[in-house]
């Protein structure tokens, strides 16, 4: 049985991190749907993929949560990614391969990846 | 759905919204009885009778912004397909509970997939609310002492042992989740759950 050791390790490291930042609204927001349509679309694995890059890139200023269904079921998965100062971004169509190019272009790179927007869907 | 973990985990954003501090999750496999029994209990806002009679109906639903409500037709549909039963439990301002049972060989019974994901993601998007999720087979405890009939993964303990670091980091979400999907994947291949 694998027991919490290894989280005391995961606590100690956070912990020096931690009070080093600022908490508040300096933060990249990244939100996935996840009402009936969107976990039925595959929001979970494309969450739980940002929640992976977010961790192995070791990115302290980025946090990833859900929202419910915004209305546009028909276009889930949708994630929604904020950036402080800056007008909130919808992709469309998600899916787990979509993921790293968005965090490695738009999240990291500050270019939003407009193959993947709502504004690029025609249907 | 394709996984009962992600009718698990649609079934507990209801308890998000009820606005539950702690919500119970328990799989439990009855390999004699070829049974497996999931159940979502939580200490939400519940509902009055007539509520919870209609809320299995897919046009039944309590929202003006759309009218239909697909989360737990489509469980009960699920559990029925496979020759098992659905139950709503719930009192107005003392939560409630949902119970699916399952054929648990029946062949068009979900596989309960990837509960790691769905339990890391429930406590770390709701880092002001406590999740237990508890798998185990047979009559047995899950937290028995020798930790051979099950699994019980609380976030209260987690966050005992974070000491104030959030839940919510993305690498402690990590962790969750692959600390539950290691210390279930004996059981879960054991007994084909």
């Known amino acids: ?123 | 759905m394709q996984e009962l973990s992600l009718n698990i985990l649609d079934i507990a954003e209801n308890s998000v919204r009820a606005g539950a501090a702690l919500v119970r999750i328990v799989v439990r496999a009855f390999p004699t009885e070829d049974m497996l029994s999931v159940s979502i209990e939580d200490d939400g806002s519940g509902m009055d009778e007539e509520t919870a009679k209609g809320a299995a109906d897919p046009f039944y639903t309590t929202r003006t912004t759309r009218k239909v409500g697909l989360g737990l037709p489509y469980f009960k549909m699920n559990a029925e397909l496979t020759g098992g039963a659905f139950a709503i439990e719930s009192s107005a301002g003392h939560g409630t509970k949902v119970t699916a049972t399952f054929g648990l060989g029946h062949i068009d019974r979900a596989p309960l997939g990837d509960m790691g994901q769905t339990m890391s993601l429930l406590a770390g998007a709701n880092p002001e609310m406590d999740f237990v999720y508890e798998l185990c087979a047979g009559a047995e405890p899950a937290d028995s002492a020798d930790g051979s009939g099950g699994f019980v993964f609380d976030t209260r303990e987690v966050k005992q042992v974070l000491d104030g670091v959030p839940i919510s980091e993305p690498e402690v979400m990590a962790y969750m989740a692959s600390h539950i999907d290691e210390n279930t994947k004996e059981l879960i291949s054991a007994y084909k759950i």
């Open chain 1, 1 to 123: 049985m694998k027991s919490l050791d290894e989280l005391k390790a995961l606590r100690d490291k956070l912990q020096s991190e931690v009070s080093l930042r600022d908490d508040g609204d300096d933060k990249t927001k990244v939100l996935v749907g996840m009402a009936t349509c969107g976990i039925a679309a595959g929001a979970r694995p494309v969450l739980a993929e940002f929640v992976e890059q977010v961790a192995t890139r070791g990115l302290k200023n980025v946090t990833v949560s859900q929202t419910g269904c915004i209305g546009i079921c028909q276009f889930e998965p949708v994630v929604e990614v904020f950036v402080p100062g800056k007008e909130k971004v919808t992709y469309v169509n998600m899916s787990k391969e979509k993921v790293a190019r968005i965090v490695a272009d738009h999240i990291v790179g500050g270019n939003i990846v407009s193959d993947y927007t709502i504004g690029n869907r025609h249907s």
